[in-house]
C-alpha cells in the first residue's frame, strides 16, 4: 500500500502570509494526486486535482506543484475563510490512500 | 445539480450488519466510477472503497475486504455499502463521492454527498 504523509500536521498563519503544506507518498503516485479542503462540520471540497489542476471555483490564490512523490500546496496571500483541515489524496493504485491532514488555523 | 443522498446510517451493536444506500441525481450515474470514504469522529479521511462505472471491478483496503461489499444498481441510480460484522471502530461519518472518470484510476473524487452516520456500540 501507498502511504501518505503530510507536513506540517498543523500551522497558524496570519492573513496575507504564504502558505505551504507538504504531501509526501511512499512510492511514485506519477501526478496521481489531489488535495482537499475541509472546513470544521463540513463536506471535503476539492482543490486541485492531478497535482496542478486547480478546480473550478477555488480561488486562484491556491497552487498545487509536485510529480512522484513529493508534493506541494501553496497559498499564496492567506484569507480568514481559508482556516480549515486539508488532505492530500493518491488515486494511482488501491487502496486510495489520503494523508493524515493539516490543520491550517487564519489568525 | 448534482446530488448525492445517503441513507441507511444507524446505531448498531458490535457484530451487526448494515446496508448504506446513496440516490445519485443530476448526472449520467452510470457513466462514473463512485466511492465511499469514512470520517471517525474527529479524526482524518479514510477511503472505504470504488467500483467502475458497471460495477465489473470493485476495490477495497485489505482490512475491509469480506466484511464490507460495494454495489450499485445504474437502473436505480444508486450506491451501495453492504456492512457485515460491524466493529466499533467502523463508527464513522461514511460519504458516497462521485468520480470524475470511469475506473476511479489517476482520477479524483468532485462530489461528496452530505454522509451518514454510523455508530457500532452495544
Known amino acids: 500500500d501507498i502511504q501518505m504523509t503530510q507536513s506540517p500536521s498543523s500551522l497558524s498563519a496570519s492573513v496575507g502570509d504564504r502558505v505551504t503544506i507538504t504531501c509526501r507518498a511512499s512510492?511514485?503516485?506519477?501526478?496521481?494526486l489531489n488535495w482537499f479542503q475541509q472546513k470544521p462540520g463540513k463536506v471535503p471540497n476539492l482543490l486541485i486535482s492531478?497535482?496542478?489542476t486547480l478546480q473550478s471555483g477555488v480561488p486562484s490564490r491556491f497552487g498545487g506543484s509536485g510529480s512522484g512523490t513529493d508534493f506541494t500546496l501553496t497559498i499564496s496571500s492567506l484569507q480568514p475563510e481559508d482556516s480549515a483541515t486539508y488532505y492530500c489524496?493518491?488515486?494511482?493504485?488501491?487502496?486510495?490512500?489520503f494523508g493524515p491532514g493539516t490543520k491550517l488555523d487564519v489568525k | 445539480d448534482v446530488q448525492l443522498v445517503e441513507s441507511g446510517g444507524a446505531v448498531v451493536p458490535p457484530g451487526g450488519s448494515l446496508r448504506l444506500s446513496c440516490a445519485a441525481s443530476?448526472?449520467?450515474?452510470?457513466?462514473?466510477?463512485m466511492h465511499w470514504v469514512r470520517q471517525a469522529p474527529g479524526k482524518g479521511l479514510e477511503w472505504v472503497s470504488l467500483?467502475?462505472?458497471?460495477?465489473?471491478?470493485?476495490y477495497s483496503p485489505d482490512s475491509m475486504k469480506g466484511r464490507f461489499t460495494i454495489s450499485r444498481d445504474n437502473n436505480k441510480h444508486s450506491l451501495y455499502l453492504q456492512m457485515n460484522s460491524l466493529r466499533v471502530e467502523d463508527t464513522a461519518v461514511y460519504y458516497c463521492?462521485?468520480?470524475?472518470?470511469?475506473?476511479?484510476?489517476?482520477?479524483?473524487?468532485?462530489?461528496w454527498g452530505k454522509g451518514t452516520t454510523v455508530t457500532v456500540s452495544s
Open positions: 463521492v462521485k468520480d470524475f472518470g470511469r475506473i476511479g484510476y489517476y482520477s479524483y473524487m468532485d462530489v
Open positions: 443530476g448526472f449520467t450515474f452510470d457513466n462514473f466510477a
Open positions: 467500483i467502475s462505472w458497471d460495477g465489473g471491478s470493485t
Open positions: 512510492q511514485t503516485v506519477s501526478t496521481s
Open positions: 492531478g497535482a496542478s
Open positions: 489524496q493518491q488515486s494511482y493504485s488501491s487502496p486510495f490512500t
